[in-house]
């Protein structure tokens, strides 16, 4: 089996999602995606923008004398057909796509995407070596190594003694903006914490299940925070509350 570049495979991402590739060609960028972070991270958000699709566009059935007339009685030639389908289908495809990134940045403030992506962030994070850039349970030594890598300053804080050790700190990449990512370990489990930042009002917690994962996130001083594990859900949540309390 031939193995894709990235260049390749990028341009397969879009039949891949929709199962239009042939066994092969899907076989190839599976195998691609499971060694290359930056196409595998091209792949989640694509998928994303899917889901938040078809979770927001409204649908509006035909109405039934336009049906009426396209399938008249005097039913067009197949070559006609086949023209219109020719020119007409790509048309089609590029308006579809431009409505769907409209729907996906005009609506910044909904939950889920970011949600899902912390969840598939978590996941990659666990594979390899991409947990931390900076290594160290001290936040005087993680919370400088973000200076001048972020345009916001997150807050840091070690919970050794309430069993969250901090191990250290990341940028990662969530809604279109870099974010810092901090990882901290409980009971030989890995908790990740991202932050962002955000203009929009403080919000109360909010508590969900992704995919097997236990997901804790709140809005508060102009910054989103998402606590993602596989913890049970009470004691994601107790890390929550160490975290709004200081």
Same mark, same amino acid.
């Given at each position: ?6 260049? *390749? ?12 590739? %042939?066994?092969? #060609?899907?076989?190839?960028? #599976? ?39 396209? /399938? ?19 048309? /089609? ?22 949600? %899902? ?15 931390? %850039? ?21 807050? *840091? ?20 903006? #870099? ?18 930042? #955000?203009?929009?009002? %403080? ?6 299940? *992704?995919? !097997? /994962? ?10 989103? /925070? *998402? ?12 890390? !929550? ?6």
């Amino acid at each position: 089996m031939n193995e894709l570049d990235c260049a *390749v495979c990028q341009t397969q991402l879009h039949g891949y999602l929709d199962q239009e590739l %042939d066994p092969a #060609t899907a076989a190839q960028v #599976t195998a691609h995606l499971s060694t290359c972070a930056e196409c595998a991270q091209l792949h989640e958000q694509a998928k994303l923008l899917k889901v938040s699709v078809k979770r927001h566009v409204p649908y509006y059935p035909a109405p039934a004398a336009w049906a009426a007339s396209v /399938f008249a009685a005097d039913k067009p030639e197949p070559r006609f057909i086949q023209r219109w389908q020719k020119w007409l289908a790509p048309a /089609f495809s590029a308006a579809a796509l431009a409505l769907a990134l409209v729907l996906y940045v005009a609506t910044p403030g909904s939950e889920q995407p970011l949600i %899902d992506e912390a969840v598939s962030s978590h996941v990659r994070s666990l594979m390899g070596e991409h947990l931390n %850039d900076v290594v160290s349970s001290d936040r005087h030594t993680v919370k400088p190594w973000f200076t001048g890598k972020l345009d916001f300053s997150p807050p *840091v804080f070690d919970y050794t003694a309430q069993g969250f050790p901090l191990l250290g700190g990341r940028l990662d990449y969530l809604q279109h903006q #870099t974010t810092a990512a901090l990882s901290y370990g409980h009971a030989k489990h890995i908790i990740n914490l991202f932050i962002l930042p #955000t203009n929009e009002a %403080d919000q109360a917690v909010q508590s969900h299940s *992704v995919r !097997g /994962f236990n997901v804790v996130s709140w809005q508060a001083a102009h910054m989103r /925070f *998402v606590l993602v594990s596989d913890v049970e859900k009470g004691e994601l949540e107790v890390l !929550g509350q160490l975290l709004r309390a200081q």
